[in-house]
């Protein structure tokens, strides 16, 4: 009865090992809210108790400044609460800034295909998180109908440098160099692929950018 208990995230507190198996791990929350948490960031500016966003595939946005104790929801009631990735913005001066995908493609349901949960877009935060604007550049027309490739967002990921945000989507890789509000597909399946069925973006400490992808041909 009620709301079926969210799959929290654990989180260990002390130095890197190498042996995950040998770690003490306790169960953070956000609890009694329907969804998994697919995304998780912490913010960079941590020095003791650390803040944390955590986004559900159908529970919306989740924030903590307490390492975890206490958590408040973010999103609204009104807003779409299907949260796949997230990626703040570390440089100097902006890192108030964070960005969450949508649309959970695979990974949804336990004893069939196709149980896909359809997302609509980028959301930005430009407050630490305390409310999110759905990007007008990532918005599909009908989000109730697949038309676009920003309704199923795997990973987000934001050049430390520069501030670009690159999305992998299911249709490739787009990036934005002004903050969300316009992209280039940057990285297509190319001549004879349909679409990605999964694709997957992050940038090493250099600033060198890595993809992947895997095709439905």
């Not at 890192?95 to 004893?111: K, L, M, Q, T």
Request: one cysteine or more.
């Amino acid at each position: 009865k009620g709301l079926p208990k969210v799959a929290p995230f654990l989180m260990y507190k002390g130095a890197p090992v190498m042996n995950a198996q040998a770690l003490t791990w306790t169960e953070r929350g956000p609890n009694n809210t329907s969804g998994r948490i697919r995304a998780l960031g912490i913010d960079i500016r941590t020095t003791g108790t650390p803040t944390l966003l955590a986004g559900g595939a159908s529970s919306g946005m989740w924030k903590s400044t307490d390492g975890g104790t206490t958590w408040v929801k973010k999103t609204t009631s009104a807003q779409l609460h299907s949260v796949t990735c997230i990626a703040q913005d570390t440089r100097a001066g902006s890192r108030d800034v964070w960005y969450y995908g949508s649309g959970e493609n695979i990974g949804n349901s336990a004893s069939g295909e196709g149980a896909s949960y359809l997302g609509n877009g980028v959301f930005k935060s430009t407050d630490n998180g305390e409310t999110w604007a759905q990007l007008p550049s990532t918005v599909n027309a009908d989000p109730n109908t697949f038309e676009n490739d920003f309704q199923y967002i795997f990973n987000i990921a934001v050049l430390q440098t520069s501030g670009k945000v690159y999305a992998a989507t299911t249709g490739g890789i787009y990036r934005s160099a002004n903050g969300g509000t316009g992209w280039t597909k940057i990285l297509d399946p190319g001549p004879g692929i349909t679409d990605p069925l999964r694709t997957d973006v992050t940038i090493a400490s250099n600033g060198t950018v890595y993809t992947a992808a895997s095709s439905n041909a």
